[in-house]
């Protein structure tokens, strides 16, 4: 296929509740979508991943958009491709950048899926009909209102619950949880606000029969998570630290994480998550797909990356409605007793909303090739 035009739509949607982390709050929420078209008038659609600021990794909106059009349009626009992998090596040259590149790519694979009538899905080698589904829940410091938002979410049938933690707020917080909650599937995600020097208090968290702590030490470290680990018996999973197969090979090689969250724009794309999620299955390590309160779009890749083999643990991939009064797809994913039914529409399976899109719209971009 040839790629003959992309259009780029800086986007800011509201969010219905705002997002607590250890990094800060947030509500509105502004990104970028990508559409790319073919020569046979086929369109794919991306997401990108990076948030407004740099608070969880390096990359912005604004960084997006410039590494776009300035470095990967360039290297796509007008080129043959005969198949999404390629896009990968096309980048090879760029370094880093990774939300930015799965954007593009992302895109692309939903082109190349649409094109040769299949779902997106399909297109990777995905064969789940249904997957499960947790959901992350934002840190509230009003505990009886956590416990209900928590019992609320149960009660939806969400098949894990996963609660942002930072020191001051973890501790005594899931004690409390898995008093009120003590056959749930649960565990922690501390959003990198930890050192060694908390190692007594994170294995106070062994207590709690965890699934899992999520990316408790330093965004960059693998080498001190290898340390925690061993004084630990909750299983670390990597979320910020892992960017590529290779970080992944070397954080399992150190024994730093017994679970890995892909999340496509972190590794790069799709056609990464794809190898890392091999690598895991082959190790025995478990993956589930991570979440980056998406819109229905990058939503919709979540879902078709998901039902490949060892997504064996429920992902963060909620339905629209836990983030959205008004999801720009059609229809919005919607989740029952934690299961999403995987679309059978071509490509990513829902169709873009371009009312509810328009209304989102910020600034449009459009670039062609000669
Ligand atoms: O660490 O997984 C994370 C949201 C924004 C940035 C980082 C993270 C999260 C979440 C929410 O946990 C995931 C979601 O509901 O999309
Ligand atoms: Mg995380």
Same mark, same amino acid.
């Given at each position: 296929?040839?790629?003959?035009?992309?259009?780029?739509?800086?986007?800011?949607?509201?969010?219905? $509740?705002?997002? *607590?982390?250890?990094?800060?709050?947030?509500?509105?929420? &502004? /990104? =970028? @979508?990508?559409?790319?078209?073919?020569?046979?008038?086929?369109?794919?659609?991306?997401?990108?991943?990076?948030?407004?600021?740099?608070?969880? $990794?390096?990359? *912005?909106?604004?960084?997006?958009?410039?590494?776009?059009? &300035? /470095? =990967? @349009?360039?290297?796509?626009?007008?080129?043959?491709?005969?198949?999404?992998?390629?896009?990968?090596?096309?980048?090879?040259?760029?370094?880093? $950048?990774?939300?930015?590149?799965?954007?593009?790519?992302?895109?692309?694979?939903?082109?190349?899926?649409?094109?040769?009538?299949?779902?997106?899905?399909?297109?990777?080698?995905?064969?789940?009909?249904?997957?499960?589904?947790?959901?992350?829940?934002?840190?509230?410091e009003d505990m009886n209102r956590l416990v209900e938002t928590v019992r609320g979410f149960v009660e939806e049938g969400y098949k894990r619950i996963k609660v942002k933690i930072k020191p001051g707020f973890d501790v005594e917080v899931m004690r409390e949880l898995r008093k009120q909650f003590p056959n749930v599937p649960m565990m922690a995600d501390a959003n990198s606000a930890y050192t060694l020097e908390d190692v007594e208090l994170l294995k106070q968290l062994d207590a709690f029969n965890l699934t899992m702590i999520e990316q408790p030490l330093a965004s960059d470290d693998i080498i001190d998570h290898a340390v925690l680990q061993k004084q630990l018996q909750t299983p670390i999973c990597l979320d910020e630290s892992i960017h590529s197969l290779e970080d992944t090979r070397k954080a399992v090689e150190l024994g730093s994480t017994k679970i890995i969250n892909i999340k496509i724009g972190r590794v790069g794309g799709l056609t990464e998550s794809k190898k890392i999620h091999d690598y895991c299955m082959e190790k025995g390590i478990p993956v589930w797909c991570g979440g980056m309160l998406e819109s229905g779009i990058g939503r919709a890749h979540n879902i078709a990356l998901t039902t490949l083999p060892n997504f064996t643990l429920p992902g963060d991939t909620a339905g629209s409605s836990r983030y959205w009064e008004k999801d720009i797809i059609s229809p919005e994913v919607t989740v029952e007793q934690g299961l999403i039914t995987v679309p059978t529409q071509y490509g990513i399976g829902y169709e873009p909303d371009f009312e509810a899109m328009d209304q989102f719209t910020v600034e449009t971009f459009q670039f062609k090739a000669e």
């Open positions: 296929m040839i790629i003959k035009e992309i259009n780029i739509r800086k986007m800011k949607m509201t969010m219905k $509740n705002p997002f *607590t982390t250890s990094f800060g709050t947030f509500q509105d929420k &502004e /990104f =970028l @979508l990508l559409e790319a078209k073919d020569e046979l008038g086929n369109t794919g659609w991306g997401e990108s991943t990076a948030f407004h600021s740099p608070w969880y $990794n390096e990359e *912005t909106l604004g960084t997006n958009l410039h590494m776009i059009e &300035e /470095f =990967l @349009l360039p290297l796509v626009l007008g080129k043959e491709i005969g198949h999404p992998d390629e896009v990968n090596e096309l980048f090879a040259s760029i370094r880093k $950048n990774n939300m930015a590149k799965a954007t593009v790519e992302g895109a692309i694979w939903d082109l190349y899926a649409k094109r040769n009538k299949m779902t997106l899905a399909q297109a990777l080698g995905g064969e789940r009909k249904q997957i499960e589904v947790g959901i992350s829940i934002g840190i509230d």
